[in-house]
DNA sequence: CTCTTGACGCCGG
DNA sequence: TCCGGCGCCAAGA
């Protein structure tokens, strides 16, 4: 399978449906748009702008890169989303269960 | 065409 | 829990 053409602005989509103080990993996110895989996904948020919130798509042991985790903190503050002492999002509680008809 | 590069993920030690 | 190691796969060089 190959990515469709209007891949990046569905993973856009989907990021930007993330309510907040929630998040999913971006294997969640490949998996809600049946296409590609977590890396694919990856690639389009490092490319998006600050317009999308890019926080709430994380790895899925609730961690980002290095250089993006004090910013993120920030936001997970701000919002209230649900992070352990070490600062990573707690998955258990902060996955957000997408409505079934997200895709359609 | 081959090779490297990632905002990744899972498994075993 | 914390690593290494390996699989993964689109893009760009």
Redesign the pocket.
Known sequence: ???PPD?EELVLTVAESIPEGRAL????VAELIGA????????V??L?GAAVP??R?????GT??ER?RAGAAQRYRAEGTAVGR?GRVDMRLARWRPPLGLMT
């Open positions: 399978m190959s990515l891949y990993a971006y294997g969640d590609g895989g977590p890396r694919q996904v990856a690639r948020m490092s998006a890019w926080w798509v994380v790895r899925a042991d980002l890169p993006l070490d």
